[in-house]
């Protein structure tokens, strides 16, 4: 299957600070890109949709502002949490996939605010 | 609304045979897929179904009917790396994954 790269796997940051995840397609053109976010032993929550060279689509109470997505060319988005708090500490996962075809997903980032 | 239900846990021993089910409500249709997940990864994709039927692949086999709003998959001679998640995900109208909680696997020796 098509191999979908997330970087990096995990990271701590202090509370306040912003964290950059990247989310790259290595073997094929991604045209749209999906961010979830997974809380222990719960469903995936879609986050936000993204096109490449237009704006994310975010769902109903994530914060745009918060949660800055970028998917600025058809292999590469990505997720910044600005102002991290603890509240924030989940694990993200990306997917891509090429029209309508199956997902692939990256390896998720599990993100530690302290 | 748009919903699936899945059984929240299930408990079969290592060679046997198991068959998780899942029913859903979508907005529209376009395929349902079946991803496996091991705790603390990202899922991976086992099957997309999209029309009615039975689709086989190696030890897993995924069955589709659209008329009822149905699929189960189907996992034969099980291992112990078959514990994990499995999450069924039919696509609606705007090609939108629809996520469960999906079925946690516990297989024993």
């Known amino acids: 299957g098509a191999v979908v790269s997330q970087h990096p796997s995990w990271v701590i940051c202090k509370s306040g600070t912003s964290v950059k995840i990247e989310c790259r397609s290595l073997?094929?053109?991604?045209?749209?890109m999906f961010w979830y976010r997974q809380f222990p032993k719960q469903s995936l929550m879609l986050m936000a949709t993204?096109?490449?060279?237009?704006?994310?689509?975010?769902e109903q109470g994530v914060e745009k502002d918060k949660f800055l997505i970028n998917h600025a060319s058809l292999t590469l988005s990505t997720l910044t949490v600005t102002s991290a708090h603890p509240e924030d500490s989940s694990f993200y996962i990306c997917?891509?996939?090429?029209?309508?075809?199956?997902?692939?997903f990256g390896q998720g980032t599990r993100l530690t605010v302290v | 609304g748009q919903n699936i239900d899945q059984p929240t846990e299930m408990t079969a021993t290592e060679g046997a045979i198991v068959q998780i089910n899942c029913t859903y409500q979508?907005?529209?249709?376009?395929?349902l897929f079946w991803y496996q997940q091991h705790a603390g990864e990202a899922p991976t994709f086992l099957s997309y179904?999209?029309l009615d039927g039975l689709e086989e692949k190696g030890r897993f086999s995924s069955f589709l009917s659209r008329s009822k709003g149905y699929s189960y998959l189907l996992l034969k001679e099980l291992q112990m790396k078959d514990s994990a998640s499995y999450l069924c995900?039919?696509?609606?109208?705007?090609?939108?994954?629809?996520w469960g909680a999906g079925t946690k696997l516990i297989i024993k020796p």
């Open positions: 979508t907005s529209g249709f376009n395929g």
């Open positions: 073997d094929f053109q991604a045209t749209t």
């Open positions: 995900a039919p696509q609606d109208s705007n090609y939108q994954l629809i």
């Open positions: 993204s096109n490449e060279g237009s704006k994310a689509t975010y």
């Open positions: 997917s891509a996939r090429a029209g309508e075809l199956e997902a692939f």
């Open positions: 179904n999209v």
